[in-house]
């Protein structure tokens, strides 16, 4: 059965600091690896991965995969009070219509 | 617009009833899906349609049972409605099964079962 397990779970730190945000993953035929953000309500995307080593960037946001470990990393620098919310790291496996999610890191940004 | 909308957002009922939750997505999508999250924040898979055909039905009770009039909406009907099925509902859709592009998330249903 297809895995993704976050960590950590919880993380508090001050605005300003710079995060790293960890997703493993076990899946058959392995096709593609989300980030999400989720405040309030809805989960909104932030990547989508599929390729080792190619680094994708949005701002002070930036995640990178690495398919021989099967794991990815969410890197959030100069971090805001805006970036306080849970991150999900999702997979997309063999069963590609369907993504697995972790369990998700709640990070808290104080100012 | 909103592109993925759900109702209602907020959903109060006793243990025994049956309920209904709605979606609709204006994105021209053809897949979507019904996630449920626990307290713990966990996202889980329950169904999705591809075309207004099942194609995923995980390991859910069959007291949910989705339906799918056009590939535009997907409904999720609830019987016997138990305490554990208290959690937020999420509608998503994605195009092309979902094979190449990200899901787009409705802003959830909370139920709570009293």
């Known amino acids: 059965e297809d895995k993704v397990v976050q960590s950590p779970l919880s993380l508090v730190v001050h605005e300003g600091d710079t995060v790293t945000l960890n997703c493993s993953y076990e899946?058959?035929?392995?096709?593609?690896l989300l980030w999400y953000k989720q405040e309030k309500k809805a989960p909104t995307f932030l990547f989508m991965l599929t390729s080792s080593g190619i680094e994708k960037k949005s701002g002070r946001l930036s995640s990178i995969l690495d398919k021989k470990e099967l794991f990815s990393i969410l890197n959030i620098t100069a971090t805001q009070t805006g970036d306080s919310a849970i991150y999900l790291c999702a997979v997309r496996g063999q069963g590609a219509q369907k993504l697995v999610f972790g369990q998700g890191t709640r990070l808290t940004i104080n100012p | 617009d909103t592109a993925v909308s759900q109702t209602p957002k907020y959903l109060v009922t006793q243990m025994g009833n049956d309920k209904s939750i709605k979606c609709e997505q204006n994105l021209g999508h053809d897949t979507m899906y019904w996630y449920k999250q626990d307290s713990k924040k966990f996202l889980k898979i329950m169904f999705s349609?591809?075309?207004?055909?099942?194609?995923i039905n995980e390991t859910v009770p069959n007291r949910f049972s989705p339906k799918s009039p056009d590939k535009a909406h997907l409904n999720l009907h609830i019987n016997s409605l138990e305490l554990g099925d208290s959690a937020v509902y999420f509608c998503a859709s994605s195009l092309i099964g979902g094979a190449t592009g990200e899901l787009f998330f409705g802003e959830g249903s909370r139920l709570t079962v009293l």
């Open positions: 899946v058959t035929n392995f096709r593609s």
């Open positions: 349609y591809n075309n207004k055909e099942l194609i």
